[in-house]
């Protein structure tokens, strides 16, 4: 298998990459590319922490290879991981439509969304992970399988061995009233969590500590020289919008990122609808369907229909068939736009942010989930407020090149500090070692909570 023009798709055992294959379809620069960039302290950080875990077989487990964030992180850190020793591979779980819709509507619950969790959504769940373990899913005994969000979750009750590492990686922000508002629910996701033996979330306030079971805590990142994040020439900026008539000469304000009901679309919407008002401006509403995410195509359609009559609305389905141009495309116009928004309702990270930031961007994002953990307000952006006040900070930064220049290099100079690919793959590597010598005596730090960076406030979820 390799990247075309046909872009990346997994073989039918749902293997995306494998050395041990022969299956390494895209790759990363050489290290040293990524010297000038994080510098040589960093470089230094990470190939002593690749020294400590170096020749172990991790395996990488999600439910998709094409859109969201942890797909995209797993396309740069899988093969820098194998770059530094490491032999890791991915594989995505198969599913139906009727899982997807289930996994999406568990994601839903447990940020918030009020709803049953019904007998008949389990038992359709572990069916369906009961068939990906009959279908020999893991062909193989890796040393450390590393589980990406709810859709995996319960495989460690079918295939976990006694000498593998299991450790999930929960990057939703679960909502602190989930476990008393649907006992069902909070159920099913401890009993899960509790057969791993580590578990890494993306900022404190994430963290469950209730899990008798090591937690660190270790942002989500950006490859800054992945297509989607390296610097382009006005040419490209320009090939992009001339192919989506987008006019290079009117500021733009820009979404970009999933069509997901809780990415506060219809906020932008209406933010956008009061500055155009006062200053001529272009909104581009853009992104793409994730492959496990049913519920994107009813949200594009809505936008569709809500925004068919304004014709400075730019809404673009940008194709997944050809991963490296659709990187390109979201780089040229994050790159186009003057200001860029995030106001999402509920949000794990928000990786489209730490893009837009990189990019010397301002970013105006609501003050939910990880987003405060990028956005300072007043310093490298604003969060949102109502439409009518938002409104009038982009106007503001639209009248004022020289204040959204200042506060883009802010931002640029925040995401190099913390949220880059060589220092967040040395904190995991850590947490690997440090989690495979306590997984000898569990006990030992079961209540432990690390995280890797004294710009935490720490804080635990009871």
């Known amino acids: 298998m390799a990247e075309t023009a046909q872009g990346v798709f997994p073989l039918a055992d749902g293997t995306v990459y494998s050395a041990r294959k022969n299956v390494c379809p895209f790759s990363t620069p050489p290290l040293e590319a990524y010297v000038p960039v994080v510098g040589e302290a960093s470089i230094e950080r990470l190939h002593k922490a690749a020294q400590r875990v170096r020749g172990l077989n991790m395996l990488a487990l999600n439910s998709t290879a094409q859109g969201g964030g942890v797909a995209e992180m797993l396309y740069s850190s899988i093969p820098f991981a194998n770059s530094l020793g490491v032999k890791a591979e991915w594989k995505v779980v198969k599913g139906n439509k009727e899982y997807f819709e289930i996994t999406k509507y568990v994601h839903n619950l447990l940020q918030g969304h009020k709803g049953p969790f019904t007998r008949k959504m389990l038992q359709t769940y572990f069916d369906n992970l009961e068939q990906c373990a009959k279908q020999n899913i893991i062909d193989y005994d890796p040393d450390v399988v590393d589980v990406h969000d709810p859709q995996p979750l319960g495989l460690n009750r079918y295939l976990k061995k006694p000498n593998q590492l299991w450790v999930w990686r929960c990057h939703i922000d679960i909502e602190d009233a989930t476990p008393r508002d649907n006992p069902a629910l909070w159920e099913f996701v401890n009993d899960c969590?509790?057969?791993?033996?580590?578990?890494?979330?993306?900022?404190a306030q994430y963290v469950v500590a209730s899990w008798p079971l090591p937690k660190f805590i270790i942002p989500p990142f950006i490859d800054p020289l992945s297509e989607?994040?390296?610097?382009?020439?006005?040419?490209?900026?320009?090939?992009?919008?001339?192919?989506?008539?987008?006019?290079?000469?009117?500021?733009?304000?820009?979404?970009?990122?999933?069509?997901?009901?809780?990415?506060?679309?219809?906020?932008?919407?209406?933010?956008?609808?009061?500055?155009?008002?006062?200053?001529?401006?272009?909104?581009?509403?853009?992104?793409?369907?994730?492959?496990?995410?049913?519920?994107?195509?009813?949200?594009?359609?809505?936008?569709?229909?809500?925004?068919?009559?304004?014709?400075?609305?730019?809404?673009?389905?940008?194709?997944?068939?050809?991963?490296?141009?659709?990187?390109?495309?979201?780089?040229?116009?994050?790159?186009?736009?003057?200001?860029?928004?995030?106001?999402?309702?509920?949000?794990?990270?928000?990786?489209?942010?730490?893009?837009?930031?990189?990019?010397?961007?301002?970013?105006?994002?609501?003050?939910?989930?990880?987003?405060?953990?990028?956005?300072?307000?007043?310093?490298?952006?604003?969060?949102?407020?109502?439409?009518?006040?938002?409104?009038?900070?982009?106007?503001?930064?639209?009248?004022?090149?020289?204040?959204?220049?200042?506060?883009?290099?802010?931002?640029?100079?925040?995401?190099?500090?913390?949220?880059?690919?060589?220092?967040?793959?040395?904190?995991?590597?850590?947490?690997?070692?440090?989690?495979?010598?306590?997984?000898?005596?569990?006990?030992?730090?079961?209540?432990?909570?690390?995280?890797?960076?004294?710009?935490?406030?720490?804080?635990?979820?009871?």
């Open 228 to 462: 989607k994040n390296r610097e382009l020439s006005r040419q490209e900026i320009d090939d992009v919008l001339f192919k989506y008539q987008v006019d290079p000469k009117v500021p733009i304000i820009a979404q970009i990122g999933r069509f997901d009901p809780w990415k506060g679309l219809d906020r932008t919407i209406a933010t956008y609808r009061y500055v155009r008002k006062e200053k001529k401006c272009q909104l581009v509403l853009a992104g793409g369907l994730a492959s496990d995410d049913p519920e994107g195509v009813r949200i594009l359609a809505k936008v569709y229909e809500e925004t068919k009559n304004e014709e400075d609305i730019h809404v673009l389905n940008l194709s997944m068939a050809d991963r490296l141009e659709n990187y390109r495309e979201v780089n040229a116009l994050q790159r186009a736009a003057t200001v860029i928004m995030q106001p999402s309702t509920r949000e794990g990270f928000g990786l489209v942010i730490t893009e837009a930031l990189w990019k010397g961007k301002p970013v105006v994002g609501a003050e939910v989930g990880g987003i405060p953990l990028q956005i300072r307000c007043g310093y490298n952006g604003y969060f949102y407020q109502t439409p009518r006040r938002t409104a009038e900070r982009i106007v503001r930064l639209l009248e004022s090149p020289a204040t959204a220049a200042l506060l883009g290099q802010r931002g640029h100079a925040y995401v190099k500090d913390h949220f880059l690919l060589p220092d967040r793959m040395a904190d995991y590597f850590m947490a690997i070692d440090m989690s495979i010598n306590m997984a000898r005596n569990r006990e030992y730090c079961s209540d432990c909570i690390i995280s890797f960076h004294p710009w935490f406030k720490l804080s635990r979820r009871e």
């Open 193 to 203: 969590a509790q057969r791993y033996d580590a578990a890494v979330f993306s900022a």
